[in-house]
């Protein structure tokens, strides 16, 4: 197989790029790098030492919203993902942006790695980090997505897209922390997420996560 991916699978950068591939009907092989102990060779494809990234043939590239437009650009037959007019485009690359670097340091840097990484590395988990994401940081940005869906199904255009993997992507690590959205105040959106969760693509993804939980929380 020529795609490989490179990371671990409860990261939800990794994720965004497993459920692209997914739904674009690419083959691929995940190789395990843990991103807090990762082999030296790592480095060779990601300077930056984060994961995911990616082999493809002779060609290496880091970084998921890097990864999924090559992947994009590659197959231009395949469904399409990133939009089709410039605008679509912008909006997408927007909400992943957003997804990325407003919605991640909450959901996944604060209540993911509080309540499952930090005990799992025998940290304690900081529950006052944990409150304010949810209840004073989380909600500002979750009116704002709850507000751009509005009455439709998908973030852009009605049409499933790359925006809507990687804000549901960043859902999942808050839902692995222990969190979920409130049904009453964000209705689309918490909706939004479970449609997102049931497509058969991410709901095998989301299979093999929860046996990996489960053998964390067993070690606890
Ligand atoms: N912008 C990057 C973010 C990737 C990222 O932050 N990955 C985390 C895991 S969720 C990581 O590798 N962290 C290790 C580190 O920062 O040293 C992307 O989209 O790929």
Redesign the pocket.
């Known amino acids: 197989m020529s795609l490989v991916v490179f990371?671990?699978p409860l990261?939800?950068?990794?994720r965004?790029v497993r459920l692209f591939c997914a739904e674009k009907g690419l083959d691929y092989q995940l190789e395990n790098v843990n991103?807090?102990n990762q082999p030296d060779w790592y480095r060779e494809l990601n300077p930056?030492?984060?994961?995911?990234a990616i082999r493809d043939g002779d060609f290496t590239l880091?970084?998921?919203?890097?990864?999924c437009h090559y992947l994009e650009d590659r197959d231009p037959q395949r469904t399409a993902l990133c939009g089709e007019t410039p605008q679509a485009k912008a909006r997408i690359r927007w909400l992943e942006k957003y997804a990325?670097y407003e919605v991640?340091p909450l959901a996944?840097?604060t209540v993911f790695r509080n309540r499952l990484l930090k005990p799992l590395m025998g940290k304690p988990c900081d529950e006052d980090a944990v409150k304010g994401a949810m209840q004073e940081k989380l909600p500002e940005h979750f009116d704002y997505l709850e507000k751009c869906l509005a009455a439709n199904d998908y973030f852009i255009d009605n049409r499933f897209s790359l925006a809507d993997i990687a804000i549901a992507s960043q859902l999942v690590n808050m839902g692995h922390g222990g969190e979920k959205l409130d049904t009453q105040r964000w209705p689309a959106l918490a909706a939004h997420f479970e449609r997102i969760a049931s497509r058969p693509t991410l709901a095998a993804i989301l299979e093999g996560e929860q046996q990996i939980i489960a053998k964390i929380l067993a070690k606890r």
């Open positions: 990371g671990a990261s939800p950068f990794v965004k991103p807090f930056l030492r984060r994961v995911p880091a970084d998921s919203s890097v990864i990325d991640a996944t840097f």
